[in-house]
Structure formats: structure tokens, C-alpha cells
């Protein structure tokens, strides 16, 4: 069944996503009810110096593991880490079925530009496949929201990070998402991180999705995210430098480029992105009405932060209001419908769809909506590898 897109006059929340309402006035419950705090960026930078200063004393081989993607945030984090606070660095890349192959030759390159050490941990796709699938077939089961697929596969590359930062003794785990994706500043200590694993409900969510998809046969792998077996190790700090350090993601894809450590072309997240997103936007406006990263977008908006959809379809050259957005939303969906609708959907057929997106065309270029719509199509051969029915997504 395909919702309806009934969207917040004020941001891009759609009446479908789960505890969400729209008043009257055609107004979202999470505009209402958000009550922004500036973060004490200060005292949070502090924090985080005082972290590194505490690993640099330590005679360890690593002082910070990062959790590498092979986008531009993961890989600016790690010239950040090592150039200006003189970190000896510890790259990781999980590479499962939905790792993007540019990604993952960025990660490499990246790492011999730096001099940073790349654990590229070729990951169990059964793992992968079989969570996602039953998340995302099956989410009010497990009382998941339209962030399923992205909250699966993150708790998934968290638990094989923080395991092997406990194993190898690493003090800091490092993520490299920003405020388009967190409003929030994260930046936990050790017993702050080992209390919110140790706490995670087992009854419900992707806990659960994740031990009820792997059964008994991944029970106390690098893969289950139940840690009571570290209850009594010291746990390592876990930072998210980029939700409340000063970062303007345009200014640091020059300096990246300037320096020869990754190129403009290659570190467009949309080139870079995860190969599920298109599907998982798909199954997000079919199910719920609105995009999966309708909320963090919104919050974003609502702080004046550069938000996800403007990194992902903008050339980085211009800021959007809350209507381009929308429009952004509409061609966006209707691009997906229709690839959905149209499995063997010919070069005409694309060339067809991409005049009818004038917005998209005006933001991405040409090319690059070209481009974007050829993989699109790719939604089909991920649907059949999860076993989701695309025509009955409900």
C-alpha cells in the first residue's frame, strides 16, 4: 500500500512516520516540540582533547579506531585525527554486500595518502542480508521506524568496531557523521558507551531484529550485539567529532582535493552513498509517506545546518529552503515509482523520466541526474537479494 505524502507545513515530515502527528494548522509534533539547544561545542572539544591526551600517554599501537565509510566525513576525520592532533590512527572498513565499490577504493586510497593503517574487515553478507531482509519485511514487529535500514546495518558495523576497539584495546571509536544526520552531539566516555550497549533492550528493535536473523550460529560472534561479556573490561570512548566541531563539508572537499587525498568527483555522497539507500527511500515513501531521513533533514533545517538531501543531490554550491526540499522529495519519489514500476526500464525509457524532473536536473546537472537514475535501477536485484516484494511494500 503506498502512502499518501502529507507533509509539515514548516519541515518535510510526513503524517505516516511512526509517532508522528500534524496538528490543525498543519504543523508536525516534531516541530512543536523541539526545544534546540545550542551545544557547548567548547566544553565538548575539551572533552574530546583530553580523550586523545589520555591515549597519546598510553603505550598502545592505536590511540583511535575510526569507523571508515570511504565518504568525506570518514576520510576528513582521519586526516583530522592524525594531521592536526598527531593520533596514531586505525582505519576501519566493513565491507558487506552493500558497501559501494568507489567507497571502498576511496577508503584505501585515503588510507595510503595518510599513512593510516586500514583494517578492511570483509564481513559475513549472510549476516547482512538476512537482518535487513527481516527488518525491513517485517518492521512493526520489531517496533522499528523508517530508519530500519540504515539503524540495522549501523548497529551492525558498531558492534564489529567497538568489539574489535575492546579487543585490541583502542580508547576512542571515532564516527564520522555530522549534524546533517545527528542534531544531537555524541560524545560518550567509556562507561557512558558500555552502559548504553549493556542497556539495549533484547525485546525489541534491531537487537532483536539482528539475534532473532542470525540465530544460534552467530550467537557470541564479532557480530552479536550482546556485550555482558565486557562488562568488566574498560571500554573505549565513543566520538562524533563532526556534530559539534565548526565543519562546513564544501570548504573540506577543496582541501582534501588540494592535498591530493581524495578528489571532489569521488567524495560526492551520492556517488559514495550505501547501495541499499535507493531502496530504502523507496520503501520509506511507499510505506511511511516521506523520505527515511525525513527527521535528521528536518532537524537540520530547523538548526540552518546543511542537511542530508542538500549533500546528497546538491553540487555543494547552494543552500535550500524548506519548499526546495519538498520539491527535491516529489521528483524523487516519483523517480522511484516509476523505476519501481518498470523493471526493464531502457536507456529511452530513463532519458524519458529525466525530463520530467526539472528540479533534480536544475540542483545535480545533467550527468549526474543521468547518472543517478541508472542506478536506480539497481533497486530490483536488492529487493530479490532481501526478499522484498516491490509491488506489495505495506
Not at 574530546?48 to 576520510?75: C, T, W
Not at 598527531?86 to 599513512?115: S, T, W
Request: proline letters at 4%; one cysteine or more.
Amino acid at each position: 500500500m503506498t502512502q499518501e505524502c502529507h507533509l509539515c507545513s514548516k519541515c518535510i515530515c510526513g503524517a505516516g512516520l511512526p509517532g508522528l502527528t500534524i496538528n490543525d494548522e498543519g504543523v508536525c509534533s516534531e516541530c512543536t516540540q523541539d526545544s534546540f539547544i545550542e551545544a557547548p561545542a567548547g566544553q565538548l572539544l575539551g572533552a574530546m582533547e583530553d580523550a586523545f591526551k589520555s591515549a597519546r600517554n598510553l603505550q598502545i599501537p592505536y590511540h583511535v579506531l575510526v569507523m571508515a565509510s570511504g565518504g568525506k566525513d570518514s576520510s576528513y576525520l582521519q586526516f583530522l585525527l592524525k594531521e592536526k592532533y598527531g593520533l596514531r590512527v586505525a582505519a576501519c572498513m566493513v565491507v558487506h554486500p552493500f558497501v559501494n565499490d568507489l567507497a571502498a577504493r576511496n577508503a584505501e586510497h585515503v588510507a595510503r595518502k595518510l599513512g593510516v593503517d586500514l583494517i578492511k574487515f570483509l564481513a559475513d553478507g549472510e549476516v547482512w542480508q538476512r537482518a535487513l531482509s527481516l527488518g525491513l519485511r517485517e518492521p512493526d514487529r520489531y517496533g522499528l521506524t523508517e530508519m530500519a535500514g540504515c539503524g540495522i546495518c549501523s548497529k551492525l558495523y558498531d558492534t564489529v568496531a567497538t568489539k574489535m576497539a575492546l579487543s585490541l584495546g583502542i580508547p576512542c571509536v571515532m564516527n564520522g557523521h555530522d549534524k546533517a544526520l545527528h542534531a544531537t552531539p555524541v560524545l560518550m566516555t567509556g562507561e557512558q558507551s558500555k552502559a548504553m550497549h549493556l542497556e539495549a533492550n533484547e525485546e525489541t528493535g534491531v537487537v532483536k531484529v539482528i539475534q532473532d536473523a542470525m540465530g544460534r550460529k552467530y550467537r557470541g560472534s564479532i557480530y552479536d550485539p550482546d556485550f555482558s561479556r565486557y562488562a568488566d573490561v574498560k571500554w573505549p570512548a565513543k566520538i562524533f567529532p563532526l556534530t559539534f566541531m565548526d565543519y562546513d563539508y564544501t570548504e573540506v572537499m577543496q582541501k582534501m582535493e588540494d592535498k591530493g587525498i581524495l578528489a571532489k568527483a569521488d567524495a560526492r555522497p551520492s556517488d559514495t552513498n550505501c547501495l541499499l539507500v535507493h531502496l530504502l527511500g523507496h520503501i520509506g515513501f511507499q510505506r511511511y509517506g516521506c523520505h527515511p531521513y525525513a527527521r535528521p533533514t528536518s532537524q537540520a533545517l530547523r538548526r540552518n545546518n546543511t542537511t542530508y538531501l542538500e549533500q546528497f543531490f546538491t553540487t555543494g554550491d547552494r543552500r535550500l529552503d524548506r519548499d526546495e526540499h519538498v520539491r527535491i522529495i516529489e521528483e524523487y519519489r516519483a523517480a522511484l515509482a516509476f523505476v519501481a514500476e518498470h523493471p526493464d526500464a531502457a536507456e529511452d525509457d530513463l532519458a524519458g523520466l529525466q525530463s520530467q524532473l526539472p528540479f533534480l536536473d536544475e540542483v545535480m546537472g545533467h550527468e549526474r541526474l543521468a547518472a543517478l537514475l541508472q542506478r536506480l535501477t539497481g533497486i530490483h536485484e536488492l529487493a530479490k537479494f532481501l526478499n522484498i516484494d516491490l509491488t506489495n511494500i505495506g
